[in-house]
């Protein structure tokens, strides 16, 4: 099974930048592959700026999956789509905090868009 597991772009929507990433998604990421599953993490608070500049040049826009919300508006979100359709996985995990709930459910909607 393919499991993607993400992050909020909390840090980012600051207008900051983390320099390392979530353990505990890493220790989960490792458990699962233990297990035989293939896993990818994709924490945009880790990531250069240049890879969401890469992403957009794919293509990968939000308005062309039917999310022309104003808070989907930040660079990093197209970033999301390039991840999500890149990996194309079975299964999407979600770590966040309490405060990072708006974020999480607009991580969830954008990936029910795309993999309905």
Not at 38 to 49: C, G, R, W
Not at 64 to 73: A, H, K, R, T, V
């Amino acid at each position: 099974m393919k499991i993607l597991l993400c992050m909020p772009p909390t840090a980012i929507l600051l207008g900051k930048q983390w320099h390392t990433f979530h353990l505990g998604l890493g220790y989960l990421a490792g458990a699962l592959k233990s297990e035989g599953h293939e896993v990818a993490i994709f924490d945009p608070n880790v990531l250069p700026k240049e890879f969401f500049t890469a992403s957009q040049r794919h293509g990968d826009q939000i308005s062309e999956i039917g999310l022309n919300d104003e808070d989907y508006s930040h660079y990093v979100w197209p970033g999301y789509v390039y991840a999500l359709r890149k990996f194309s996985p079975d299964v999407i995990g979600v770590s966040f905090k309490v405060i990072e709930i708006k974020l999480a459910l607009m991580i969830c909607r954008l990936s029910k868009r795309i993999f309905p």
